[in-house]
């Protein structure tokens, strides 16, 4: 089973996650970071809008784990 993992020490709350799959990513109303709503994908679309995610991140926070 994939899992998102998110570094929210290295997030600098772009919100490049959001636009790309609001259903598993929000951002911190205190200071935009990254919030996972989801951290399993349901289905193969989930996971692509994850790695899709995952290589847009332009602070490397985003990661995909087996």
Same mark, same amino acid.
Do not use: H, N
């Given at each position: 089973?994939?899992t998102i993992v998110a570094d929210v020490g290295r997030c600098v709350g772009s ?17 935009? *970071?990254? $919030? ?5 994908? +349901?289905?193969?679309? &989930?996971?692509?809008?994850?790695? *899709?995610? $995952? ?5 490397? +926070?985003?990661?995909? &784990?087996?």
């Amino acid at each position: 089973m994939t899992t998102i993992v998110a570094d929210v020490g290295r997030c600098v709350g772009s919100g490049q996650c959001v636009l790309t799959d609001p259903d598993a990513f929000d951002q911190s109303e205190e200071d935009g *970071t990254v $919030v996972l709503l989801q951290d399993t994908p +349901a289905d193969d679309e &989930a996971l692509k809008r994850a790695r *899709t995610a $995952v290589d847009i991140c332009p602070s490397r +926070a985003l990661s995909l &784990a087996e």
